[in-house]
């Protein structure tokens, strides 16, 4: 288990980086990592 940090756009909401601490970190990091690849429309907080 770990911990995934996201850092955003306060205004627009677009994920800009994340961090992860913990156990399976490498597992954890990849769920940021994805939605950072997505389109302008797509890479939000409203996908979490």
Partial sequence: MGMLK???H???L????NHCSGVKT????????AV???SVH???????
Wanted: no cysteine; charged share 20%; glycine share 8%.
């Fill in 36 to 38: 950072m690849r997505q």
């Fill in 42 to 48: 797509a890479n939000n907080l409203r996908y979490f």
């Fill in 14 to 17: 677009e994920v800009l980086g």
């Fill in 26 to 33: 490498s597992q954890i990091v990849d769920v940021g990592n």
């Fill in 10 to 12: 306060f205004d627009i």
């Fill in 6 to 8: 996201l850092i955003f």
